[in-house]
């Protein structure tokens, strides 16, 4: 018998986890520059808490979910997202408190879970880098996301990257754009994707995110959500690009983007990119916004909060096409090869007090002959290598040879396992 992963996953192997832990540590060390922590909350939640939030007409309420009841009859699903999960969290544990500041600033990493045609950077399990800064509501707030998230990509090394923007304004809004949208799309009922047909009373927005080709040139001349904003959304919306432009960010606005999640409100925005890696075409690596209500719905407080998610495996074919030597390669430090019974039993020995002082070692294990592990040593990327056989016990003293040198280091047993970090420097 023979075993496969389940389809829209994939295996990770070692070789690849380096790339990925390079990637959440620049992350973890870009976040905490801006003040953020890291949080995390389990991988699956009541169905309630995403349709709460997502949406009831989102394609990934809808369409996307892993929902199950669970043999004590509860219904789960594994989290297609990361905010709905955090703001769960934090009301749940009152992290509104006057304790904890404003904005409460959180990062997550790991796994989300989608049911989708698995192709090109979309899978069924895949994985998302996002932050939050809840309870607040500024521009400026809104503005250090984007910026974070922009300084990301130029860790990565990434450059070819675009921002685009737009606005969706309060529940006022959304309620006069509402029927704006509908009057306008009413007439080409027929020609709409049923997806749309079935959205259009219920959450025209939604018809603004349609996949579908015919439905997206029937939005082209859709209403703009922008002359609908009142005079709030529309300062608060200036005041944002005033700041962009203020930090030198550059960006542009598209006004029927309205992302794949209902819980947006005001700022919403994704980076994108039309590298070869996505075959030219724009394609966004990086999503968020702003999410006035959400807190509330989720049985919390009144208050602000708004965040981003970003799609790892996106990225890595975005790096592995702009930024190829992006890894975490580092070698061992030693290499201890040995060239009898006596030297392979000082060998171990010596490794363990090696490695106890900090060093990356490794040996043979598998008693092949001398410039076979030589070679290994040279394959695991050594700096050094140690030959040690029945000469080497009997009088204490060993040669360590550099790699790609002549260079070599005449010390003795003792001393490397007293001093090695010294030495080897
Ligand atoms: P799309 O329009 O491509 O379906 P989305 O709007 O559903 O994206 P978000 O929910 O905003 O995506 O998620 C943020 C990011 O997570 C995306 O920009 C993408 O990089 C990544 N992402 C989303 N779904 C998947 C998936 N199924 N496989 C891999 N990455 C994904
Ligand atoms: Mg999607």
């Known amino acids: 018998m023979s075993f496969q ?5 994939v295996d990770i192997l070692p070789s690849e986890v380096k790339t990925w832990q390079k ?7 870009v976040f905490s520059q801006y003040g953020y922590q890291g949080i ?3 991988m699956f939640e009541s169905y309630d808490v995403f349709v709460r939030s997502v949406g009831d007409t989102s394609d990934i309420v809808t369409k996307e979910m892993y929902d199950f009841e669970d043999k004590g009859g509860r219904r789960i699903t594994l989290r297609p997202e990361g905010t709905a999960g955090v703001v769960r969290a934090y009301n749940e544990n009152k992290l509104y408190g006057p304790e904890f500041p ?4 959180v990062y997550y990493m790991g796994p989300m879970f989608r049911y989708e045609r698995p192709q090109s950077g979309r899978q069924r399990e895949f994985h998302q880098i996002g932050v939050e800064a809840l309870n607040s509501e500024s521009p400026q707030v809104d503005v250090e996301v984007i910026d974070m998230a922009l300084n990301l990509f130029k860790n990565y090394g990434v450059s070819n990257v675009k921002l685009v ?3 969706l304004g309060n529940d006022a809004t959304r309620d006069s754009y509402r029927q704006a949208l509908i009057d306008y799309l009413k007439p080409f009922y027929e020609k709409l994707s049923p997806d749309s047909q079935e959205r259009l009373y219920k959450n025209p927005l939604r018809v603004l995110d349609s996949k579908d080709e015919t439905d997206q040139k029937i939005v082209e001349k859709a209403p703009s959500i922008l002359d609908y904003l009142d005079d709030y959304s529309s300062k608060y919306f200036e005041d944002v690009k005033r700041l962009l432009d203020e930090l030198g960010i550059k960006y542009e606005v598209d006004s029927s983007m309205v992302r794949g999640l209902d819980y947006y409100t005001h700022t919403i925005f994704e980076i994108m990119s039309d ?3 996505f075959g030219g075409k724009y394609t966004t690596v990086c999503a968020g916004g702003r999410y006035n209500g959400l807190m509330k719905e989720l049985g919390g407080p009144e208050g602000g909060g708004i965040g981003f998610g970003l799609g790892v495996e996106r990225l890595i074919l975005l790096m592995q096409q702009e930024n190829p030597d992006f890894s975490d390669e580092t070698g061992l430090d030693v290499f201890i090869t040995s060239a009898d019974d006596k030297g392979n039993d000082l060998a171990f020995k010596l490794m363990h007090d090696l490695r106890m002082q900090g060093l990356k070692v490794d040996k043979d294990y598998e008693g092949v002959k ?11 990327n050594a700096k050094y290598y140690i ?9 204490g003293k060993v040669t360590v040879n550099k790699f790609d040198s002549d260079e070599e280091i005449n010390t003795s047993i003792d001393e490397l396992k007293s001093n090695a970090v010294q030495l080897l420097k």
């Open 165 to 167: 923007i737009n606005s």
């Open 275 to 277: 590298s070869k890696a």
């Open 370 to 380: 001398l410039s076979t592990q030589i070679k290994e040593a040279n394959r695991q």
């Open 102 to 105: 404003k904005p409460y600033k």
């Open 5 to 9: 992963k389940p389809k829209g996953t």
């Open 387 to 395: 030959v040690l056989g029945s000469n080497e016990v009997q009088s």
């Open 40 to 42: 995390r909350t389990p």
């Open 23 to 29: 990637i959440e540590g620049t992350a973890r060390r």
